[in-house]
């Protein structure tokens, strides 16, 4: 998405099991992703663009009916798990595949992978014309939106998620997720404009696993994600409107590999009505790169100077630190 590819191809959207298998190959001929495979261990989950854009459970964007898009979810699902580095235990049962899961690190770290696509509610009051998919909307215009039946990781995955976030005895707890938790106001002043499709689209749910973690006293919460291509560091409240809420987690968004963000002037437009965000830069393509010790989580934000060239330079935008025991991250 966006401008100056740094490739691009010519092949139409995916839709059936040998299209999405021919998609993912062509991605796995890259030598660098296939040398980032070989070096690290990795740990994955999904977002919208296995499958499709802004899809939610069996809902696409598009208004294809609920029977054909099951399909193609099967479809991409099975070409996900033979391409991805993931266990039998994961292998899809036609459109039904659980890859949420948790990991432990010693008694240092446990990682929780959620899947915030598969169970989600509907968006919430979807563009004029759709039946599904994101919308920016007026919270004043869309009463849908703070229904507390509504879900974003489905009812059976939050009480797996409490229950084991509740078992465990780990220092740091993260949260492996798909899109941003914080809030986001897109409306300078007075009200407040919402993306749909990350927690922003399902208030209820985020102050639901929130105030899970506050009340239960679950050791340092920290929540990773990204899909808005650029990098975020927040304080996750539970009440994001009130400057006097306390800080019950932090979190950290990766910005994308090579596509194009918002442009830095639109989204400064915004940080005055988003005080709990402590940074929001979307003019790098990079990663984040994290050390945990007992004492401390320290995330360094690494950009790179171009994604065109290999011997581009890679440095520190910036770097943030979660002490043990103080959740909200610190500028270092």
């Not at 949260?175 to 993306?195: C, N």
């Not at 102050?207 to 975020?232: Q, T």
């Amino acid at each position: 998405w966006g401008r100056e590819h740094v490739r691009k191809h010519d092949a139409p959207e995916p839709y059936a099991l040998d299209e999405y298998r021919i998609r993912h190959a062509l991605y796995k001929t890259d030598p660098d992703l296939q040398a980032a495979h070989a070096a690290c261990p990795w740990i994955v989950t999904w977002d919208d663009h296995e499958v499709d854009n802004d899809y939610a459970d069996d809902r696409p964007e598009d208004g294809m009916d609920r029977e054909s898009f099951l399909k193609r979810r099967a479809a991409a699902y099975q070409a996900y798990y033979e391409h991805m580095p993931m266990p039998e235990r994961m292998r899809p049962k036609g459109p039904d595949m659980r890859i949420y899961t948790e990991l432990g690190w010693g008694s240092l770290a446990r990682f929780y992978l959620l899947d915030d696509r598969q169970y989600r509610s509907w968006h919430a009051c979807p563009r004029p014309g759709r039946r599904g998919g994101s919308n920016t909307v007026d919270i004043a215009n869309c009463e849908r939106l703070f229904n507390p039946n509504r879900s974003m990781l489905g009812r059976a995955q939050e009480r797996w998620l409490e229950s084991a976030l509740q078992k465990s005895t780990a220092r740091w707890n993260l949260l492996a997720q798909q899109t941003p938790m914080a809030q986001f106001d897109q409306k300078p002043g007075p009200g407040r404009i919402a993306w749909t499709d990350g927690w922003d689209g399902y208030p209820a749910a985020r102050r639901r696993l929130l105030e899970f973690v506050a009340s239960r006293k679950i050791p340092n919460p920290v929540v990773i994600g990204g899909d808005v291509h650029s990098f975020n560091v927040s304080e996750l409240k539970l009440d994001f409107d009130n400057p006097a809420s306390p800080v019950v987690a932090s979190e950290f968004v990766g910005t994308s590999i090579t596509s194009q963000a918002w442009a830095q002037e639109k989204l400064n437009a915004f940080l005055p009505d988003n005080p709990h965000m402590k940074l929001v830069d979307s003019r790098y393509r990079g990663y984040v790169r994290v050390e945990v010790t007992p004492g401390q989580l320290r995330a360094d934000l690494r950009a790179m100077e171009s994604v065109a060239r290999q011997d581009a330079a890679c440095s520190t935008l910036a770097s943030f630190v979660v002490e043990d025991g103080k959740p909200g991250p610190q500028k270092a």
